[in-house]
């Protein structure tokens, strides 16, 4: 079964500084990996997704994901961070083969980031 | 396109009572799935329906919960004598599947805000 973990439950960065999130996955081959924001009372959006290729994969709002296979990891980063991007982070997985479980992701419990002004 | 919708967006109930939520998923998506958040986790995959047909349920989906998809478009998730555990975020997601089984996997689900419930 495939599952998710995100080491980090809570993230505090000062505005402007560097961030990283970091996510590992398990899984037997190469899943479909996905990074979502939530804000407070708003649903998950979308930052980025990754299928396969290129393993740096650029999403919306200035952030990036590395999809490394050897450490099974799908670090979030973004150079700078903006007292907006506050909000819960999550990376989700989703099969991408066999059986009939196409449709739901896995994700894991969450980063919150608070940014400090 | 207005997104997915869902209401009402907030719940309060007693044990022992019956709720239900309603999750419209953005028109042309033919996939619909509802997942359940408690506090300080991630969402948990509860049930999915391409069109219709209810294709795969969790087994957090006990018998007190119920979901349906009639006529492909939107979706209630009922469930019947609370309990307080029941208290929770309960998201609702749509997506476009087409083409190929692997492909369908590729498919990028977008969440509506939730019904947060609270079971008293």
């Known amino acids: 079964a495939q599952s998710v973990t995100q080491p980090d439950i809570h993230i505090t960065v000062s505005e402007g500084a560097s961030l990283e999130l970091r996510c590992n996955y398990s899984?037997?081959?190469?899943?479909?990996l996905f990074w979502y924001v939530q804000s407070p009372g708003q649903g998950l959006q979308l930052l980025l997704k990754y299928f396969s290729g290129d393993t740096l994969v650029q999403g919306i709002k200035g952030f990036e994901a590395e999809f490394k296979r050897s450490q099974s990891s799908f670090n979030l980063r973004k150079p700078s961070v903006h007292w907006s991007d506050a909000a819960e982070y999550f990376c989700?997985?989703?099969?991408?083969?066999?059986?009939?479980?196409?449709?739901?992701?896995?994700f894991g419990q969450g980063t919150i980031l608070t940014v400090h002004p | 396109d207005t997104g997915v919708s869902q209401d009402p967006r907030h719940k309060i109930t007693k044990r022992g009572q019956n709720v239900t939520f309603r999750c419209d998923p953005i028109s042309e998506h033919n996939r619909l799935y509802w997942y359940r958040q408690t506090l300080g986790q991630g969402p948990e995959f509860l049930t999915y329906?391409?069109?219709?047909?209810?294709?795969?349920k969790s087994r957090l989906l006990s018998d007190r919960f119920s979901a349906e998809r009639p006529k492909g478009s939107f979706s209630t998730l009922e469930i019947q004598r609370t309990e307080q555990g029941d208290s929770a975020m309960y998201l609702c997601a749509s997506s476009l599947g087409t083409g190929t089984s692997g492909y369908l996997a590729k498919n990028i689900q977008y969440f509506g805000a939730g019904t947060r419930l609270s079971v008293l």
């Open positions: 989700a997985t989703k099969a991408n083969a066999g059986g009939t479980s196409y449709g739901k992701l896995t």
């Open positions: 329906f391409q069109n219709e047909a209810q294709l795969e």
């Open positions: 899984y037997g081959a190469t899943p479909y």
